[in-house]
């Protein structure tokens, strides 16, 4: 069973700071890598996705990837109340490209305090 | 800006009948997908579909699901026989094939 494994939570920052969200898979293979964020009772939108080592900044978010440590992660800067919510980390499989399926962790809660 | 879009929001269905979930996929889309997400657990790949078939499925996707693409636009998910266990979020999901999936904002499904 091919797994992605994330810290359910909450992680508490207060507002302003960096927030780092973690993701480990499981397999080594995994070429394509995504982070969606999800309201509660809403879909997953699309955050960031990355596909080589190293970071890649939007604005506010970087995602780093490790693949030889079969890490992924999420930094939010600044972060603000509107960052609380659910990041789910998804992963597909390997030797494939987008259009195959998602495999999802369980999601991280953050918590974005005043 | 494009969006996927489901309905209905929500549909409460009694155990046994069967229900049919929409979904219409941004229009040069090519590769359709349905996931689950039941309260308080992780979303969950269904199946995939591209060219008019099913490209691949999950072991959840037995044979009381089907997917159609009756035409153009819509993309459906029919469970023929719902159970209990049924009840969950169902989002449907496209993309065009080169860029990451997009998702609808869900249906609600409730069985009761």
């Known amino acids: 069973q091919k797994e992605v494994e994330q810290n359910s939570g909450p992680l508490s920052v207060p507002e302003g700071a960096i927030a780092s969200l973690n993701c480990t898979y499981s397999?080594?293979?995994?070429?394509?890598f995504f982070w969606y964020r999800q309201y509660s009772g809403k879909s997953p939108e699309l955050i960031m996705f990355?596909?080589?080592?190293g970071d890649k900044e939007d604005g506010r978010f970087t995602a780093q990837l490790n693949k030889a440590s079969q890490y992924v992660s999420l930094l939010i800067r600044d972060s603000q109340p509107s960052d609380s919510a659910t990041y789910l980390c998804?992963?597909?499989?390997?030797?494939?490209?987008?259009?195959?399926?998602?495999?999802f962790g369980t999601g991280t809660r953050l918590q974005v305090t005043l | 800006e494009p969006e996927v879009t489901q309905t209905p929001s929500h549909q409460v269905t009694q155990m046994g009948q069967e229900v049919i979930l929409r979904c219409v996929p941004i229009?040069?889309?090519?590769?359709f997908y349905w996931y689950r997400q039941i309260l308080g657990q992780k979303v969950e790949f269904l199946v995939s579909?591209?060219?008019?078939?099913?490209?691949?499925k999950s072991e959840i996707f037995d044979d009381q699901f089907s997917v159609e693409r009756p035409d153009g636009s819509n993309f459906t998910l029919k469970i023929r026989s719902t159970k209990l266990e049924d009840s969950a979020m169902y989002f449907c999901?496209?993309?065009?094939?080169?860029?990451?999936?997009?998702f609808g904002d869900g249906t609600r499904l409730s069985i009761l």
């Open positions: 999901a496209s993309t065009q094939g080169n860029q990451p999936q997009h």
């Open positions: 397999d080594r293979g995994s070429q394509s």
């Open positions: 990355i596909y080589s080592n």
């Open positions: 998804a992963v597909s499989p390997p030797n494939t490209g987008t259009a195959s399926k998602l495999t």
């Open positions: 229009s040069n889309h090519l590769y």
């Open positions: 579909f591209y060219n008019n078939e099913i490209s691949e």
